[in-house]
């Protein structure tokens, strides 16, 4: 095992990750390398990380656990951002359960958004010093058609191939008349992205997610995560022509 070889990262809700993924694939090509990995970070302790090998691919993967205090959110993105960093990534997948905006979107339904509205306080979190941020196509093009493939083609669900993701405070569900201010604007609401993808540009890794629309009493149906994620990550290029690692500039 040489963790600094590792390509890939998942990072998921605890509420719909299954505990048991990678191995609820049933993928005779995945392998558990460790387990049960936690490291010291400069922002604290990090959440609990697996590493695992899908094809001799090696890929990381931790649970967030969502529903923190606004400080608590903001530490546990550095500590997992921070790991993944260390290590070397390069291409991140991030999954979740979201709230629909749009009418249209029924419970079930996979969003894999091609951008966002970042209605949170998380707007200068960062790693290290201030950098320049360029948000152009902030949620890479291809590991978004590699979600979008493997989504089509690993189930039998509706999935949408773009949205907008409004990410707002973690700490509270919005009233509906707080979403109806969102309708026309955004197609999703979720707490995760931001600022996950301001850290995941930052330090140069590609970033996209997949997210399962919830039901107003059920949370999201967790069985469709793990198929779609092993999909595109056996189907990506570990290095892409993409931008991603040129949009986050030293400030003068």
Not at 117 to 132: A, F, G, M, T
Not at 180 to 191: E, N, P, Q, V
Not at 207 to 231: E, F, K, R
């Amino acid at each position: 095992m040489n963790l600094l070889k590792t390509d890939f990262a998942v990072i998921g809700d605890s509420d719909t990750l299954p505990s048991t993924f990678p191995l609820d694939a049933g993928d005779g090509g995945i392998e558990i390398l460790a387990d049960e990995l936690v490291f010291e970070t400069p922002y604290g302790q990090s959440p609990v990380f697996r590493l695992f090998a899908l094809d001799g691919r090696q890929v990381i993967t931790c649970r967030m656990q969502g529903e923190l205090a606004l400080s608590s959110q903001s530490d546990e993105a550095r500590q997992v951002f921070w790991v993944l960093r260390e290590v070397g990534v390069k291409r991140i997948i991030a999954q979740g359960s979201v709230r629909a905006i749009n009418q249209l979107l029924d419970p079930g339904d996979v969003v894999i958004p091609q951008d966002y509205l970042n209605l949170s306080p998380y707007k200068d979190i960062y790693l290290e010093e201030q950098r320049w941020l360029i948000m152009d196509d902030a949620l890479c093009p291809e590991v978004r058609q590699q979600l979008v493939l493997s989504g089509r083609a690993q189930c039998n669900g509706r999935i949408f191939s773009r949205g907008i993701y409004a990410a707002s405070n973690g700490c509270h569900r919005e009233s509906p008349a707080e979403l109806a201010l969102l309708k026309g604007h955004a197609d999703i609401r979720g707490h995760r992205l931001c600022p996950e993808v301001y850290l995941a540009r930052e330090i140069g890794a590609c970033y996209a997610g997949m997210y399962v629309v919830a039901g107003q009493q059920a949370g999201a149906d967790a069985s469709l995560v793990t198929p779609i994620i092993i999909g595109a990550i056996r189907n990506l290029a570990v290095l892409g022509k993409c931008d991603c690692k040129a949009l986050s500039k030293e400030t003068q």
